[in-house]
């Protein structure tokens, strides 16, 4: 039992550390906070994501490339340009490799934008020995808590925790499920109620309202993220910035 906990624990927290930090505030600036929140929330997705941790900078540069080049050649990760989602996920760790060591001429555009950086964390994170470490870390509580030997064949997701979400959310949210809107792309809105990726599989929504802080617009989308970003606004944590569009052209 310890041990489904820990892992239903590590993916959902997991989850909302990439949805939440890295993708609504260092991509998209959906909101602003303090820098110490900043700060807070920066350990809080290192801790949280682990072996998987990626640089909130080089995220926000990997997602905008994302956005500019939805499902042409030069998308880093487009299911449309692999043949299955292992091929799909190592193009984007490649991509996401030259962004973080200024190596992909394609991020430079994006390189002005406003994103959250700790250049000691972020070096430190994508250390060997740190990812070495974190897995360690997950087979130690598999060794003392384990309670069948099946439970061990879930050590590898704990491993790549980030890289099973990314390739769940863009494989599935740009080939299957329906669209609200023509973005000129093959997004798609995958569930209507994403309890399984905290809202990021309304991937239509999304590329059509990128700065829409609730990935869900018809009545029965439900992004289970919005209401704790709305909660931490209310208490001050956060504080969201305005929509680009207004709510009756989003709801179009």
């Not at 760790?93 to 992909?104: E, I």
């Not at 329906?178 to 590329?207: A, C, I, V, W």
């Not at 029965?220 to 970003?229: A, G």
């Amino acid at each position: 039992m310890l041990v489904l906990l820990f892992f239903a624990a590590h993916w959902y927290l997991s989850l909302f550390a990439q949805t939440f930090f890295q993708h609504r505030y260092a991509a998209h600036r959906m909101f602003s906070m303090h820098p110490l929140w900043e700060r807070f929330f920066f350990v809080f997705t290192f801790v949280c994501q682990g072996s998987s941790f990626m640089s909130p900078r080089g995220y926000a540069l990997l997602h905008r490339l994302h956005h500019a080049y939805s499902d042409t050649a030069q998308d880093p990760h487009s299911p449309h340009n692999s043949t299955n989602a292992f091929g799909m996920m190592w193009k984007t760790r490649t991509v996401y490799q030259d962004v973080l060591n200024d190596r992909h001429a394609g991020a430079e555009r994006f390189a002005q934008g406003d994103y959250p950086e700790w250049p000691a964390l972020e070096r430190f994170s994508n250390q060997w020995y740190a990812r070495l470490g974190w897995g360690a870390l997950y087979i130690g509580f598999y060794v003392a808590f384990a309670t069948a030997w099946w439970q061990f064949l879930l050590l590898p997701i704990h491993f790549a925790m980030g890289a099973v979400h990314g390739a769940i959310v863009n494989w599935s949210g740009h080939k299957y499920g329906y669209q609200n809107f023509d973005n000129h792309d093959k997004s798609r809105n995958s569930l209507f109620f994403d309890f399984l990726t905290g809202g990021e599989l309304f991937q239509n929504n999304h590329h059509k309202l990128p700065n829409r802080v609730n990935f869900g617009v018809k009545k029965w989308e439900l992004d289970p993220t919005y209401p704790v970003i709305w909660v931490l606004n209310k208490a001050g944590v956060i504080r969201l910035r305005p929509a680009r569009l207004a709510p009756a052209q989003q709801a179009a």
